[in-house]
């Protein structure tokens, strides 16, 4: 039973929530008790929302889901939990919410809100335009990266803010080519019904457009004026190649194996891209925080 509630909070897609540490990272504060605290309590807090959202998504798409390939198995479609649980689970998570925000900024009850609204407008609504819906689940990256810096009350770079538009748009329209390459054409409508609107080549198109907007302001981000006067170093260029490769072992993974549709599975199972998110974080915090 656990494991099904489990499944209905989607914990392991937490992971996406670790966004909210970005500001902590490039801000220089990241060994500062307080303001570590403060990123971890943003981290939760999202999470939790990411869990009502999950929710509420899969209880509006439970006809949908019921019919396709992979997400039938969910709790809510295979009937493991009753929707009324579901809803119970969903008005609980959101009073923990409101009382945590009790605890935080008024800059960050304004994005936390707007996120919620975002992804209930994406469940209702967005996620039936074609593009507006990447465009969605990309703000709600952004939005958690303005979020954590909201927390410790720290600006952060336009160049960091588009480099999260741009991945999170790549990641995005990648999925929508993995639904793509695994569900059939007669089940386009019944599953999920934007992809209709998609084809292959243009979700191609879109995705080498969007890894190329990764790759130039992630570089243009590490050269810039700002970046160099704040960290007292041009070395940060160094880790450009990190996400070079990232992107270019996500998107063979997509299209030679077709593993782009789970990003959490292929971040945590694929050895490659591991040992480059752990290399590149090393690399990183030893440039920045000059650690030698």
């Known amino acids: ?29 990241l060994f500062e008790a307080n303001y570590f605290l403060s990123s971890l309590k943003a981290f939760f807090i999202f999470c939790l929302a990411s869990s009502y959202i999950y929710i509420i998504n899969d209880i509006i798409d439970l006809d949908a889901d019921a019919v396709h390939p992979k997400k039938k198995f969910r709790p809510l479609p295979s009937g493991k939990i009753a929707k009324h649980n579901a809803w119970i689970v969903s008005i609980l998570i959101l009073l923990i919410l409101v009382g945590l925000t009790f605890f935080t900024n008024l800059n960050f009850i304004y994005l936390l809100i707007g996120f919620i609204l975002l992804n209930i407008f994406y469940s209702f609504y967005f996620k039936h335009i074609v593009i507006l819906d990447v465009f969605s689940i990309a703000a709600g990256f952004s939005i958690r990266v ?11 770079s336009s160049w960091l803010i588009l480099t999260t538009m741009f991945i999170s748009l790549f990641l995005g329209v990648m999925k929508r080519h993995s639904e793509l390459e695994q569900i059939s054409e007669n089940q386009l409508g019944s599953t999920r019904k934007v992809l209709a609107e998609y084809s292959l080549t243009f979700t191609n198109q879109i995705a080498t457009v969007a890894a190329a907007g990764v790759i130039i302001c992630y570089a243009l981000y590490t050269v810039s004026p700002r970046t160099v006067s704040i960290f007292g170093s041009e070395n940060l260029i160094y880790t ?49 925080y000059k650690i030698f």
């Open 240 to 288: 450009t190649p990190f996400v070079v490769f990232g992107i270019f072992r996500f998107m063979f993974l997509e299209y030679l194996n077709q593993k782009g549709e789970n990003t959490t599975q292929v971040m945590l199972t694929d050895i490659p891209m591991i040992l480059t998110v752990v290399l590149y974080s090393i690399t990183t915090v030893l440039i920045i």
């Open 1 to 29: 039973m656990f494991k099904n509630y489990f499944q209905l909070l989607r914990v392991h897609q937490w992971i996406k929530n670790l966004f909210v540490f970005v500001p902590l990272l490039f801000s220089m504060h």
């Open 146 to 156: 303005l979020g954590g810096a909201a927390i410790i009350s720290v600006p952060i």
